[in-house]
């Protein structure tokens, strides 16, 4: 009954969703205050009832009500709850059902916040978002129920991929959608702003706080799945290059692009148009990225999806969002007019130069993820771009980036001297060039371009510093702005990450060793001793634990247990690592297969730095937030300067 | 500085850095594309002189049934397109998927013997899941048959 219900709130709320994208429309183009009024109920209430639904579907997988199709396919009553909720989004019906409902819910928010925004770019933008959330609803409805029953109900399901059975990757998925979700926002405010045909201060200053809270989430969702990346697939490393990773890195880089052009037109009334298409591209890549992730044609754990038709759905809306965007933009665009003139060397010339190099760091890591699929078309060669090709192009762009990411903030508005600016970080330049100086003598002399980008992550987190020195010393740090603050945060946060990664991959030490209990081995300086292999049991698999322990100069240290689990349901192993860690570097264990004959396979890592990564992804999104609470963003309604000429 | 100098500008400066990216990715493919070849195809492209011994490539196909051998932490298997076979030995560890008569992916070289030096043994996430390359040389091979 509950799963009934659930399908039809889906059906009325694609109901509601149609009206939502179709009258709101027409009533700002007539001025109709009745229709335009429309949007704002219509928007609540299609977050209502897919809330409905999706509270439907929760509903059966806690109670683990096997007579729907996809509970059977996706759970088991074995499960512990948590990875039964998770469950509700492990799985392509429902993650796309998440996907809807973050969408309703962000309608929703347009809805309630945007009080302050004029009525027809109020109904405009939940007009558009409405649209978006009718192809989505369309899709599940049609390609991808999740409410389908099956008769007989079997007895048991067949449980979720144990991969996936990890607190990391139950809330990975909610934050990505948060992220990938919010671009529609942008992409409907900037759709709204070519159907108005203007783009002002006050038009930038609503959008930014909607891009700014998408990136802040979509940075997190990232991080989260490196992280679990990091830690189950027992490999060490925390970045792969793969195409699912390059589909959620796109969106995250136009999304940063259009964070700070979004500045420009706030501040300056320049860059508006480039804005909107930035705006328009941010959401068209969350988009692909689902498309190549969803529809299967990736090799990836995601591609959960193998039907055609679900594939030609998605590609369909995706030429739909993107096509039907850049050819309003097309029209449109030309009519925004561009604000203030500036110079090459000011703030406005810093924040072009980072959209140029981040829209660079975007194209290449699309060419370089759909080089594969064309070639395939085109030749019918299967071929794989791997970690080399992004090294070698994704890296050397990221250098003047980084170069100039401390510069821009020192320089002022319109116009400005790059001497005082560079005068002003030159403690910054002496202790990264130290800093690099004493990675290439002392870590390691063979790994020059370590070392030079480890001295880059250090310019990055001193250079952006820097910039509270001089409030520090005139005494004005406490009256120093969110947004400003959430700046510095967030650039000093990617110089951690670089840090983090640079020290990860270039110097961490591995070893492999075959062990009996009993066997000791010396790595790194520690004096590893592989006490026992046990055999566990856990609520749904089985396991067999490894105890290391590890000592120091003859005094023991720490113990590690890397565990090996066997999912019964599934027939599954998964490697459980064992991480000890100082903040400063990771003691990292992993247990592969063998007997109490043979031995097993123990593979030990030391990851200096390694969990910088993460907290340097953590940090960079707070500063996110931090800017995202800055007052001028919440009040002070912003008020528009009258049209020049009428839009229409 | 007028508005049209500075649209010159920056369409200099955003030419100057595509046209380094370009040479980059230009670059970047010419040396780092890893080719995908089936256990057949493997002897075709040795045929034609394509494949040298350092050629790095993606061998793709089933682990043969009864074909793994473990000493130590050197493992040795054959792959399978159901047609034709090639040698693969594999120093590490293997993911948590790998099973005899299962799809596997493995990343690395010919050696001078003729038998493949795997680097890297590709997981697959999922038992049911079959890499749709090797799916693809299978069925090439005229051995597919369909699963439910």
């Known amino acids: 009954m509950i799963p009934e219900l659930g399908h039809f709130s889906l059906i009325l709320a694609l109901a509601v969703a149609l009206v939502q994208g179709t009258l709101p429309l027409l009533g700002a183009a007539r001025g109709d205050d009745r229709l335009m009024a429309l949007g704002r109920s219509a928007a609540l209430t299609q977050a209502f009832l897919v809330l409905l639904a999706f509270g439907a579907l929760t509903q059966a997988y806690v109670t683990s009500d096997f007579s729907v199709a996809n509970v059977v396919a996706n759970s088991h009553s074995a499960k512990p709850l948590l990875y039964k909720i998770s469950g509700v989004w492990g799985n392509h019906e429902g993650s796309m059902l998440l996907w809807a409902l973050i969408l309703a819910l962000f309608g929703a928010a347009v809805a309630l916040f945007g009080a302050n925004l004029p009525d027809t770019l109020r109904s405009r933008v939940l007009a558009i978002q409405a649209l978006i959330g009718v192809g989505f609803l369309a899709f599940l409805l049609f390609t991808s129920n999740p409410f389908e029953r099956v008769f007989p109900a079997p007895a048991d399901g067949n449980g979720l991929n144990p991969l996936l059975q990890d607190p990391g990757l139950a809330f990975h998925p909610p934050l990505l959608y948060l992220g990938y979700v919010?671009?529609?926002?942008?992409?409907?405010?900037?759709?709204?702003?070519?159907?108005?045909?203007?783009v002002d201060a006050a038009w930038a200053r609503w959008v930014r706080p909607w891009a700014l809270a998408a990136w802040c989430f979509l940075t997190l969702g990232i991080a989260l799945g490196s992280w679990w990346a990091y830690y189950i697939l027992g490999w060490g490393g925390f970045w792969f290059w793969d195409p699912v990773e390059n589909a959620s890195l796109m969106p995250w880089l136009a999304g940063t692009a259009l964070l700070h052009s979004a500045i420009v037109v706030e501040k300056r009334d320049a860059l508006k148009s480039w804005t909107v298409l930035l705006a328009i591209l941010a959401f068209s890549l969350s988009l692909l990225g689902t498309f190549l992730v969803r529809s299967g044609v990736l090799t990836s754990v995601h591609a959960f999806a193998q039907d055609p038709a679900r594939g030609l759905f998605i590609l369909a809306f995706l030429l739909a969002v993107t096509g039907g965007g850049l050819a309003l933009y097309a029209w449109r665009a030309p009519q925004l007019q561009g604000g203030g003139l500036f110079?090459?060397?000011?703030?406005?010339?810093?924040?072009?130069?980072?959209?140029?190099?981040?829209?660079?760091?975007?194209?290449?890591?699309?060419?370089?993820?759909?080089?594969?699929?064309?070639l395939d078309l085109l030749t019918g060669n299967k071929v794989s771009v791997g970690p080399p090709f992004f090294n070698a192009t994704f890296v050397p762009i990221c250098a003047p980036l980084f170069a100039a990411l401390c510069v821009g903030p020192f320089l002022g508005w319109k116009r400005a001297e790059l001497g005082p600016a560079l005068l002003r970080l030159r403690v910054a330049f002496l202790v990264s060039v130290v800093a690099a100086v004493v990675a290439l003598t002392v870590i390691d002399s063979r790994k020059t371009l370590a070392a030079l980008a480890f001295g880059f992550g250090v310019w990055l987190v001193v250079g952006s510093l820097m910039s509270l020195a001089d409030r520090i010393r005139t005494g004005t740090l406490r009256t120093i702005p969110r947004a400003t603050l959430g700046m510095v945060v967030a650039h000093a946060a990617l110089g951690i990450v670089v840090l983090g990664s640079v020290a990860t991959s270039s110097w961490n030490v591995e070893l492999m060793q075959v062990m009996k209990p009993g066997d000791r081995i010396s790595f790194a300086g520690y004096d590893v001793r592989l006490d026992r292999v046990e055999e566990l049991q856990g609520p749904n698999y089985i396991a067999e634990r490894a105890t290391l322990s590890v000592g120091v100069g003859g005094k023991p240290y720490t113990i590690l247990q890397p565990e090996r689990?066997?999912?019964?349901?599934?027939?599954?192993?998964?490697?459980?690592?064992?991480?000890q860690t100082n903040l400063l570097r990771d003691f990292y264990a992993t247990l592969g297969e063998g007997d109490a004959r043979q031995g097993w396979v123990i593979r030990l890592y030391l990851n200096p730095l390694a969990p910088w990564i993460w907290l340097g992804a953590a940090l960079c999104a707070l500063g996110g937030f931090i800017s995202l609470s800055d007052r001028r963003l919440r009040i002070g309604a912003p008020s528009r300067r009258p049209l020049a000429q009428p839009a229409e | 500085m007028t508005p049209k100098r500075r649209r010159l500008w920056l369409l200099l400066g955003s030419l100057g850095v595509l046209g380094v990216a370009a040479a980059l990715v230009l670059t970047a493919l010419n040396d780092n594309l890893v080719f995908f070849y089936s256990p057949t195809q493997v002897e075709q492209k040795l045929a034609e002189k394509h494949l040298g011994p350092d050629r790095r490539f993606r061998l793709g196909g089933l682990v043969e049934t009864g074909s793994v051998q473990k000493d130590?932490?050197?493992?040795?298997?054959?792959?399978?397109?159901?047609?034709?076979?090639?040698?693969?030995?594999?120093r590490g560890l293997l993911p948590d998927l790998f099973r005899e008569g299962q799809g596997v992916i493995a990343e690395g070289s010919l050696g001078p013997d003729g038998v493949f030096v795997a680097r890297e043994v590709l997981a697959k996430h999922d038992e049911n899941y079959m890499p749709p390359e090797v799916a693809k040389a299978i069925k090439d091979a005229g051995q597919w048959k369909e699963r439910k």
């Open chain 2, 72 to 90: 130590g932490q050197t493992v040795r298997f054959t792959v399978t397109d159901t047609v034709k076979t090639v040698k693969v030995v594999y």
């Open chain 1, 182 to 198: 919010g671009f529609s926002v942008t992409y409907a405010f900037a759709i709204a702003a070519l159907l108005e045909g203007r």
């Open chain 1, 343 to 374: 110079q090459p060397v000011s703030r406005e010339g810093a924040l072009i130069l980072n959209n140029l190099l981040l829209c660079t760091l975007a194209a290449t890591v699309l060419l370089g993820t759909l080089y594969p699929l064309f």
């Open chain 1, 565 to 579: 689990r066997l999912f019964t349901v599934q027939r599954r192993q998964i490697s459980e690592t064992a991480i």
